[in-house]
């Protein structure tokens, strides 16, 4: 046991970075995590926590600085629990991100393969569809922003880097209502309050614009003049919805949405597929590298309109219908119904009818398609950060399809499935990351996998 205790100071060598992108040094042989440092740094550290193996600490002071470490754009960084690479150039995020995947499939799966340089964006910012404002009391004052670093506590934020300027000045104006009619905010302690968060969500290549506003309630007071200064306020603003939420609970928002103006849906383009989005409906939010990875998907996939193709996790159908326009017959398996629905919409409005999207756990109908003798020529799969479960794997063994195509968010899952792969028959042949959310440790793969 080592006598290292929390408030003491210590002088570190960084020589790795974990998967949450904190620096890895070592005090007296005992694995330090080190929240702001960098690979290559010699750091001052205070320790915060300590265990029996490692200890986590934070950088007080910086003795010698890596050339890939920047000034934080945000002035927010030290606060916000969104990003954690504030402080990494992009193009060492980047750098980290390949390594992490090499670090993953290499330790966890023993996976000796062509890892490629992940692919990032030419303008790294207001690239989120999507954003998730709270909204609460801090000193007494009405804000929006983002929970700090593994808490819920709100950090006041006008205006988000990473998020579509539209999405910023919905929170404004949401924000100015507030304050102005003194309309109750919700309270995590008490459970009291009415409004709990703003969520918007913006469609890159049509321009349309939703804002959602979840309550703790069955309807807000001032409605009018609330749609009235989103209508003056937003370009492009296509709908307006409460969504009830009177549950104690962190899920942010609840099942029953009231359209309060305009359409329950926007309308968003991938290549020349129109979605339909609603507000409860996964879709990918980066839409600039979402159409990088599918595009990076298909061509492994590569399909020459002939193929029976299975699409495992599908969503709202998103991939199936990028790979029905160049296959024979695509099958797609989802569990949530809604999403389900969702997908069978999309094929309609595109008029894509070679496709059959199947309601249900992949661990229960992947089975019953092997068993029924189905022939797939490709399986593509972009399960949960979970990963998928062994029957699934087994499934698709069985089924025998000459080609995988694996879309993932979670590169140490993604190993232990490559290992369950190659030791039943199949081979990696080339992992291409693709930075989907940058200035955040996360990195999303696509990998080309071929029978043996
Ligand atoms: N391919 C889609 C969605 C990927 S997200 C896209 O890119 O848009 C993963 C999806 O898997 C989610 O839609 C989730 O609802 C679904 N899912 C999670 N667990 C599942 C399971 N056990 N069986 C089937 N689908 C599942």
Not at 96 to 106: G, I, Y
Not at 183 to 196: A, F, N
Not at 370 to 375: E, H, P, R, T, Y
């Amino acid at each position: 046991m080592h006598d290292i205790k929390p408030g003491e100071n210590y002088e570190i060598l960084i020589d790795n970075m974990a998967h949450e992108g904190q620096g890895v040094g070592r005090i007296h042989g005992i694995a330090a995590f080190i929240e702001g440092a960098l690979a290559g740094e010699k750091v001052v550290a205070q320790i915060d926590k300590v265990s029996k193996n490692y200890v986590i600490g934070h950088v007080v002071e910086i003795l010698e600085k890596s050339k890939d470490r920047v000034d934080p754009l945000c002035p927010y960084s030290d606060k916000c629990g969104g990003c954690s690479l504030q402080h990494l150039s992009y193009e060492g995020q980047l750098k980290f991100k390949t390594q992490k995947v090499k670090d993953n499939l290499e330790r966890i799966g023993k996976i000796y393969t062509r890892i490629n340089d992940t692919i990032g964006m030419e303008s790294p910012f207001r690239y989120r569809n999507k954003a998730q404002f709270p909204v609460g009391r801090v000193d007494n004052k009405i804000v929006t922003g983002f929970y700090s670093f593994h808490s819920h506590n709100i950090v006041p934020i006008e205006s988000c880097m990473i998020q579509h300027e539209i999405s910023d000045e919905i929170a404004m104006v949401v924000r100015n209502w507030i304050r102005k009619y003194n309309i109750s905010v919700y309270d995590e302690k008490t459970g009291k309050g009415l409004i709990r968060h703003i969520v918007t969500r913006v469609a890159y290549k049509t321009k349309e614009v939703m804002a959602v506003i979840v309550i703790n309630g069955d309807h807000i007071p001032y409605k009018e003049e609330l749609i009235n200064d989103l209508k003056e306020n937003i370009k492009g603003l296509k709908s307006v919805i409460l969504n009830i939420n009177t549950r104690k609970t962190n899920v942010i928002m609840g099942d029953h949405n009231i359209t309060v103006y305009g359409s329950d849906r926007i309308i968003d383009y991938i290549s020349d597929i129109k979605f339909e989005i609603s507000p409860l409906s996964f879709f990918q939010v980066n839409p600039v590298q979402t159409e990088v990875l599918y595009k990076k998907a298909l061509e492994n996939a590569d399909l020459k309109n002939n193929e029976t193709v299975i699409d495992v996790y599908s969503g709202i159908g998103t991939i199936s219908l990028l790979a029905a326009q160049k296959a024979a017959f695509v099958y797609g398996i989802e569990s949530v119904y809604q999403a389900v629905e969702d997908a069978k919409r999309n094929s309609h409005i595109n008029n894509i009818n070679n496709v059959k999207f199947i309601s249900g756990d992949a661990e229960k109908v992947m089975p019953e398609l092997a068993d029924k003798g189905i022939n797939a020529d490709v399986v593509i799969m972009d399960p949960p950060r979970k990963g998928c479960d062994k029957s699934v794997l087994d499934a698709v063994i069985k089924i025998n399809s000459p080609k995988i195509v694996y879309v993932s968010c979670n590169p140490s899952t993604l190993a232990r499935d490559l290992r369950y792969l190659e030791d039943n028959g199949y081979r990696t042949i080339e992992v291409q990351p693709v930075d989907m959310f940058p200035y955040t440790y996360h990195v999303e793969c696509v990998v080309k996998i071929e029978k043996k």
